[in-house]
């Protein structure tokens, strides 16, 4: 696993930028639902009627009183009817102009929450990568030394037996051999501690193996930097920066 390629899985598998980004997603709904309000507000009603018989009735002459002998209808047995109104009121409006613009700025700000956890996430995810790098090189170079300690102390316990030194000085010889240990033990619990802190950062499921990539611990060359250069690119590049401007417009328009 290359330090590169630890980066681009955390950044999809991560849950704390999945969180983010699932936020991002719920604000720029949100925002398509304030410009919608925008739109003028539309009512439809549609009727339908139908009856088994024609409603017939006989009609009366207002001016001879004469009643006419034929029955006679004015419906149909099935009628339809369909009424479309809009309505647009302008201070309701304004009002969705303003909430738009608010929900435009909260969509901006939780783009800028994303890009900051990518920002962090692809920081700790570099350092917990050379951290586990630097303690599995750590730990070969333990394994090895702990052949020559095993094998002095094997060494040492045989010259005790033998006669050949006394225990006390045995014992003198043992001690450094049996700290060595200790630092060698510790190696190996530092690594697996990198280790798991790397996986809990990509956000790999709890079987998966990881296996690193050789990393160069190459000196860096000397670099001349221009300080003023960089405090302009650190302030380009804090997503908190713009997202407190964006909550200052928010409070602008809400006021």
């Given at each position: ?121 692809g920081l700790n995810v570099t350092r917990a990568w050379w951290q586990a790098a630097a303690a599995r090189e750590a730990a070969r170079t333990a394994e ?107 409070s602008g328009t809400e006021a």
């Amino acid at each position: 696993l290359t330090l590169a390629a630890a980066v681009q899985y955390a950044l999809e598998n991560n849950l704390d930028v999945q969180a983010a980004r699932m936020d991002q997603e719920v604000q720029a709904e949100l925002t398509t639902r304030a410009r919608l309000q925008m739109l003028p507000s539309l009512a439809a009603e549609a009727e339908m009627s139908r009856r088994s018989q024609f409603a017939a009735s006989k009609s009366e002459n207002l001016r001879t009183g004469r009643i006419a002998e034929d029955y006679t209808f004015s419906e149909e047995k099935s009628s339809r009817r369909l009424d479309l109104a809009g309505v647009w009121n302008l201070l309701d409006f304004g009002v969705a102009c303003l909430r738009s613009s608010q929900a435009g700025d909260r969509a901006a700000q939780a783009a800028e929450r994303l890009r900051r956890a990518q920002q962090t996430l692809g920081l700790n995810v570099t350092r917990a990568w050379w951290q586990a790098a630097a303690a599995r090189e750590a730990a070969r170079t333990a394994e090895s030394v702990l052949v020559s300690v095993e094998k002095l102390l094997a060494s040492i316990q045989a010259s005790v037996k033998d006669g050949a030194i006394s225990e006390v000085e045995g014992l003198k010889r043992v001690a450094p051999l049996l700290e060595q240990q200790i630092r060698i033990a510790k190696s190996r619990r530092d690594y697996r501690s990198a280790m798991a802190e790397l996986a809990s950062l990509l956000g790999a499921p709890p079987e998966a193996e990881i296996v690193l990539a050789d990393a160069a611990f190459d000196a860096l060359p000397p670099m001349d930097l221009d300080l003023a250069a960089l405090e302009k690119e650190a302030l380009r590049q804090r997503p908190e920066l713009f997202e407190k401007d964006l909550e200052e417009r928010i409070s602008g328009t809400e006021a």
